[in-house]
């Protein structure tokens, strides 16, 4: 079976200024400086290109307070990365440019604030990443980063609180991006064909993560930035009222005349109509007139022979004839 010996170069508590050079043959894989007073100049720089198969580099405890753009590109191999416990304030966008075998990264108790999004643009197999214990400013617009490496699956490991603004001071920092970016549209992706290989005491090696840069450009929403929704019902409402209105003018302005010349003619047939039956109900009256007529025409005769009669029997009374009057005679 084959074996890989790490060979481990410990230097803590030496109170080195600068990081030594490697004499050996370069084969050293595993160096450890901690406790002492490296600045990552240009100096410790050359004497990390000295260390060609370096696969893991523990600096905590330093005096770190910057890293420049490219710096660790001079050991491509590195998979452990530990700057824990220095005074690092700002990262160069291109600070880890060159460490694209890196799984995992310590950051921890030092002064940053925020990350650039750019910062891990390169490392497509990042695993960890410890970030507790740094005064992080959590406003929205500076969290994009964060929300990112999240969403690609990479562990952020301790508790991480927020130190800004202050209405957001002691919150946790992963629960403040999810506020401030409810669905984050990832720039990693995970590649499943890459194999998994265990870890040891000494580094973290393999990935089953596949990280790709896609840089996307995306608007901040702070937490009490919420979108609007609810008008939409409004407005649609308003174009369905429209729309009917608009049909019901359009109808209108085609129908009208033809409807109002059926109600004209409508109207005509009513009054012919009402005409006939005010002529039916006169021919009527008239009728039942003359027949009265002629019945008063037949009483009035009777009347007249009756009256006749009447004045024979005055006539017949002049003649009359007293019997007392021709006895006295």
């Not at 079976?1 to 200024?17: A, G, H, P, S, W």
């Not at 930035?225 to 109808?251: D, E, H, R, Y």
């Amino acid at each position: 079976m084959y074996c890989i010996v790490y060979k481990v170069k410990n230097l803590t508590n030496k109170n080195l200024q600068v990081i030594p050079h490697d004499g050996n043959s370069s084969s050293v894989t595993k160096l450890v400086i901690e406790g002492s007073l490296i600045t990552l100049n240009d100096t410790d720089r050359l004497a990390l290109a000295s260390y060609p198969r370096l696969v893991g580099l523990h600096l905590d405890g330093n005096l770190v307070t910057s890293i420049p753009a490219k710096y660790f590109s001079v050991v491509p191999n590195l998979t452990v990365l530990s700057l824990s416990r220095n005074k690092i304030s700002s990262l160069d966008p291109e600070s880890l440019s060159g460490l694209n075998v890196l799984t995992e990264l310590d950051l921890s108790h030092n002064l940053l604030t925020s990350l650039h999004i750019q910062l891990f643009k390169q490392l497509h197999k990042l695993q960890v990443l410890n970030l507790q214990g740094n005064p992080w400013n959590c406003s929205c617009p500076l969290l994009s980063s964060i929300g990112e490496i999240e969403a690609a699956g990479v562990i952020i490991g301790g508790q991480v609180t927020c130190a800004s603004p202050e209405n957001l001071a002691g919150r946790d920092l992963l629960q403040v991006t999810a506020e401030c970016y409810p669905s984050p549209t990832p720039t990693f992706t995970t590649d499943p064909q890459e194999p998994t290989t265990p870890a040891n005491s000494q580094q973290s090696w393999g990935s089953s993560t596949m990280l790709k840069a896609t840089q996307k450009s995306q608007k901040h929403i702070k937490k009490d930035q919420t979108p609007v929704l609810g008008n939409s019902w409004k407005f649609t409402a308003c174009v369905v009222a429209l729309a009917l209105s608009t049909s019901m003018l359009i109808v209108c302005a085609i129908k009208g005349p033809s409807w109002y010349k059926l109600f004209h003619n409508y109207r005509h047939r009513r009054l012919h109509q009402e005409e006939d039956e005010y002529e039916d109900t006169v021919s009527t009256v008239f009728s039942e007139t003359g027949r009265y007529t002629n019945h008063q025409t037949f009483t009035f005769e009777q009347e007249n022979g009756q009256v006749g009669e009447e004045e024979e029997e005055e006539d017949e009374d002049e003649y009359f004839e007293d019997p007392y009057i021709k006895r006295d005679e």
